[in-house]
């Protein structure tokens, strides 16, 4: 006889998800095995469910491909903008700073 053993995805299953699986099992007595397989069948039940799992399941693996060449560019870019964003923002920081140490310079002995 065949071994149908299923794990789960440590890189999909949280530890929080883990947590909750274990509260839930725990809480109605029900093993892991069990309760995960009625809710794959529940899933497996219905086309509009199946359609929108394996839609999530593609874009889970789409999100864990490593960049390409052209995103890392694209990336590359976005970050020497958000740098280029911070040096001014870290400019018009220091001399409102200055200015306010100025205003309050000028204004100390009226």
């Given at each position: 006889m065949a071994n149908n053993t299923v794990s789960l995805s440590r890189r999909v299953f949280s530890d929080e998800d883990m947590d909750k699986l274990r509260v839930i099992?725990?809480?109605?007595?029900?093993?892991?095995?069990?309760?995960?397989?009625?809710?794959?069948?529940?899933?497996?039940?219905?086309?509009?469910?199946?359609?929108?799992?394996?839609?999530?399941a593609q874009q889970f693996e789409d999100d864990q491909a490593p960049a390409t060449i052209a995103e890392m560019k694209m990336l590359k870019v976005q970050l020497r903008q958000y740098e280029e964003e911070l040096a001014q923002l870290r400019a018009f920081k220091e001399?409102?700073?200055?200015?306010?140490?100025?205003?309050?310079?000028?204004?100390a002995y009226r």
């Open positions: 099992c725990d809480e109605h007595k029900f093993g892991y095995a069990l309760f995960c397989g009625v809710v794959v069948s529940d899933v497996l039940s219905n086309e509009e469910s199946i359609e929108k799992y394996i839609n999530l001399t409102a700073l200055n200015d306010v140490a100025e205003y309050r310079n000028n204004n």
